[in-house]
């Protein structure tokens, strides 16, 4: 009986220790795959994260507040712009990528049927108008409590586009690519009802759907029509410049500025407010870093635990198949000893010992591969999916593309980075198997055959 066959005989007749082999080269692998796609999901989503928009802060002028007779709050703006002159120099102070004016009106149109608030009448059938240069910038959609639905972003290069809510479209079987008029509005109160302050209409504005966005909490307050949230519409600046609600290059709310590196946003501000063309009595400035320091710290912690664990497996599991093989091979001092009585030599012997192992291994190396593209995935999502933000990279602003990437995305490795830790596996397991076998083959035949007895 050659090599081949004895090994192979072994494996078949020897189906305990046969699994138990599996069970630790497989579970060791799986694991050991899974460390390093999560080392690499660490690393790829810190990186997606500091080439992003990491920081952000917003001018905007002081608001003025006030109570009425009635005891009800009144909250007046100051007629203060900002003008793109002004945006020029602040631009200038640091390393700022994006700036985002906004521009508010509103706007009625004959195709929309606001959803209804309180005090509804079609004198105020009206919606809020956000006018700014990228949509995927707005509050909402940085915070995430409103999410592109269908269609494409508005941009920097688009004109007469818009975006409308999910409800919004769905009220007025609207879709992405339809044409509707606009025409300016201006929301008031007299009387205890509320008005459109302007009933001569004079302006128009012909605009298309660009997307549809979807909001996750429903707006359930008590507001008038013009005040729900599903019932505004983000559009591109020129849009209002038609409308005559605003004049191009001059920005009467608030102007947004968007920087790559945290660590310099307080820098940055600091040199702003030096700025002598900017009236700070009648403005301010506040800060957000999209909470960065906390994710940052969040993804070192978590790649330095997976570095750990990766570890423990490495350890925990060359013990155990060392262990496991020295007792495989204690048990078959009788076998050696009647092989060699037989003429076989020891190179023959270790040769089918190599054989069993490296056959069992192969096979549990194998299937161990797509074992763990289901372990790293629950690992993953659990891991990462709490930090995996909406993420402002160069794709969603420019592009105006909302699709956020999957967490499997950044749970790759490549081919090469997989056959070595199989490789290396297969050497431990070599390296095993030749420490264990030494009990035996280090033993002259006379010695063997007298242990047996």
Request: include cysteine; glycine fraction near 6%.
């Amino acid at each position: 009986m050659d090599v081949i066959q004895r090994a192979m005989l072994y494996i078949s007749r020897k189906k305990g220790k046969t699994v138990s082999l599996f069970l630790v080269v497989f579970a060791a692998a799986v694991f050991l795959i899974s460390c390093f796609r999560l080392l690499n999901g660490a690393e790829a989503l810190s990186k997606e994260i500091r080439t992003s928009l990491g920081a952000a802060f917003y001018i905007r002028a002081n608001t003025e507040v006030s109570m009425n007779e009635t005891g009800e709050t009144q909250v007046k703006e100051n007629n203060i712009h900002i003008t793109g002159k002004e945006i020029d120099e602040i631009m200038q102070t640091g390393d700022i990528k994006y700036y985002n004016p906004i521009n508010y009106g509103f706007a009625k149109s004959d195709r929309i049927r606001f959803i209804p608030g309180d005090k509804h009448t079609e004198e105020n059938n009206m919606g809020k108008v956000t006018a700014l240069r990228f949509s995927a910038l707005a509050p909402d959609f940085t915070e995430e409590t409103a999410v592109l639905a269908e269609g494409k972003h508005i941009t920097e290069t688009d004109s007469g586009k818009i975006l409308i809510s999910e409800r919004l479209a769905s009220a007025n079987q609207l879709s992405v690519g339809d044409t509707l008029t606009l025409t300016h509005a201006r929301f008031g109160e007299a009387d205890g009802t509320y008005i459109d302050e302007i009933p001569v209409k004079t302006a128009y504005a012909k605009v298309q759907v660009s997307g549809i966005y979807k909001r996750k909490i429903q707006d359930t307050s008590d507001k008038p029509t013009a005040g729900i949230a599903d019932n505004e519409i983000y559009a591109s600046l020129d849009v209002l410049n038609e409308l005559h609600e605003s004049a191009a290059g001059i920005y009467t709310g608030e102007v947004d500025f968007y920087i790559t590196d945290p660590a310099k946003l307080e820098t940055i501000t600091r040199n702003v407010q030096l700025l002598q063309s900017i009236d700070w009595n009648t403005h301010f400035i506040r800060t957000n870093d999209f909470q960065y320091s906390r994710i940052a710290d969040q993804l070192s912690s978590l790649g330095d635990l997976v570095k750990i664990f990766l570890v423990l497996v490495s350890v925990v599991s060359t013990v155990c198949l060392n262990l496991l093989l020295t007792l495989r091979m204690r048990g078959r001092m009788q076998e050696a000893g009647i092989l060699l009585a037989a003429g076989v030599s020891k190179g023959q012997i270790m040769a089918g010992f190599f054989l069993e192992v490296w056959s069992v291994a192969i096979v549990a190396l194998m299937l161990s591969y797509i074992a763990s593209l289901c372990v790293t995935g629950i690992l993953g999502h659990r891991m990462f999916g709490g930090l995996h933000s909406n993420l402002l990279n160069e794709e969603t602003i420019r592009a105006g593309i909302g699709d956020r990437l999957p967490i499997e995305n950044y749970l790759k490795t490549n081919g090469l980075e997989t056959l070595l830790i199989y490789f290396c596996q297969l050497v431990v397991i070599t390296v095993s198997t030749w420490v264990s076998s030494m009990i035996i083959m280090r033993l002259k035949p006379k010695e063997i055959l007298s242990k047996m007895s």
